[in-house]
């Protein structure tokens, strides 16, 4: 868990990070990590909290998530309850890509994909300067589209998902030496013919993905974050030919790395407890 | 070309169809058309153009069209000025689904794509209540979109596109019996195996682009339009089929086909007239 008090310019007045323990005293660490930031750093305007798994923003009832083991918890009540401030819920890759937006690589642009890359694949579509939610909430899930790489089944249960090919876990995983993460298949793609291969399946598979989405949704930037967006230029080069190639008679958007890091979740959080005011 | 002086209620008053004549003699055409209708009709409080190509709804500009040979073209100003009416400019297929949404299979839904299968293959993406046009104008050409069905070249100039497999000139084309129509070739798969492949070709592809659409934005429901939709549950079944399977964690959005026919094109050019009043 991050946990920040953040001013309205973004800076950070403190910051701290502690682990998530397991249901069910989940909520319970929430609230006190939000408390005792408080006490810390002065008792804020308002709290935002991200979280994995299905949000509903407007309802703040984090209705799914597996890891956590949460359905259909009314986190924002129990919160504005206990905490005595406005909460704002939502959902972690959504606050990432709000920040990007207000602070970051997506500052001034309205129509974009935020495309954190790291265990699993879950974008955010930004339509018109907001995060799009689809009718039910689940719009951005870029990580279970189908792509022409292969049909080798993904853990959702269906076949041929961007995300088993090009996650930082299926990469690891598809390089085969557990000792290895992503970033070193990566690091090794120049010499080693089998962690080329990786790598080459990981950005076919994203630059037919980011093709798709471009042609569905014309946005300004792709912004890629996460630990994979990180190794720079080895991937990002190549994606932006891959995009370019397949794009004949559109230009590309723009594909950027987000600026944040891991700091944009709990921005997000803020610029989210901010809007409540 | 066709024109309606259509009611509040969507209920049409006169409707006439023309020839669309080669420039430079359209526009002249377009504005006789609308006046002749007013004549015929009464005059309407407002007048609604859709047009293909690449439109700007805001401006009014008909910023590109191949097949009429347009180029940032001010057709709603020059509109204006002739027919002395307010004048709205939207896109042809941006048109139908503004209509599906307001009379026809969208009626109630915010987040649909509208996808009218013709010569080619554009879609126009709605999400919260109106349709979406991305960050230049070029949103819901799902059309090209690669899809691992092969990689044939499309007119466009990419390989692989949606348009390439299931516009209904693709499965006449693939066909290769320039005597028969896509319609034909669809009435003839459950009996000729070469029609059966390419109706095959053609399912596969939609199965798949609208898979990675649902994934993305998350839409109730999926509206297809134009005449390969109309052969119904020949086409609309297996794609049924074909998008649930490929659908294992969510349940897949309804799939219909347009309600409106030929007459959505202009009774969208209705509605946006009626917004300027």
Redesign the interface.
């Known amino acids: 868990m991050k946990g920040a008090v953040v001013d309205r310019d973004g800076s950070t007045r403190a910051a701290e990070q502690r682990p998530t323990p397991r249901q069910p005293a989940t909520v319970e660490a929430i609230l006190a990590f939000a408390a005792d930031l408080a006490t810390a750093a002065g008792t804020p305007a308002a709290v935002g909290l991200a979280v994995p798994g299905i949000v509903d923003d407007t309802s703040g009832v984090a209705r799914y998530s597996t890891n956590l083991g949460w359905r259909d918890l009314p986190l924002r009540d129990i919160a504005t309850d206990r905490l005595g401030l406005p909460v704002a819920v939502t959902h972690d890759v959504r606050a990432g890509a709000i920040a990007e937006h207000e602070f970051g690589a997506a500052r001034g642009v309205?129509?974009f994909l935020f495309l954190p890359i790291g265990t699993g694949i879950a974008?955010t579509?930004f339509?018109?300067g907001r995060p799009?939610?689809?009718?039910?909430?689940?719009?951005?899930?870029?990580?279970?589209?189908?792509?022409?790489v292969g049909d080798e089944l993904c853990a959702?249960?269906?076949r041929g998902c961007l995300e088993t090919y090009a996650s930082a876990a299926a990469i690891a995983r598809r390089y085969g030496d557990p000792a290895l993460t992503a970033a070193d298949v990566v690091a090794r793609a120049a010499t080693d013919p089998r962690a080329q291969q990786v790598l080459t399946d990981a950005l076919t598979a994203l630059g037919?993905?980011l093709?798709?989405?471009t042609?569905?949704?014309?946005?300004?930037v792709i912004v890629l974050g996460g630990g994979l967006a990180e190794a720079g230029d080895t991937v990002l080069g190549p994606l932006r030919t891959h995009l370019a190639d397949?794009?004949?008679?559109?230009a590309a958007?723009r594909l950027v790395h987000a600026q944040l890091g891991a700091t944009a979740g709990r921005l997000g959080a803020a610029i989210c407890a901010w809007s409540l005011l």
């Open positions: 309205d129509d974008g579509v339509t018109g799009y939610r689809g009718a039910d909430g689940m719009a951005g899930e870029i990580g279970h589209a189908p792509v022409p959702c249960g269906q037919y993905a093709t798709t989405y042609m569905l949704l014309d946005p300004t397949r794009l004949t008679w559109r958007p």
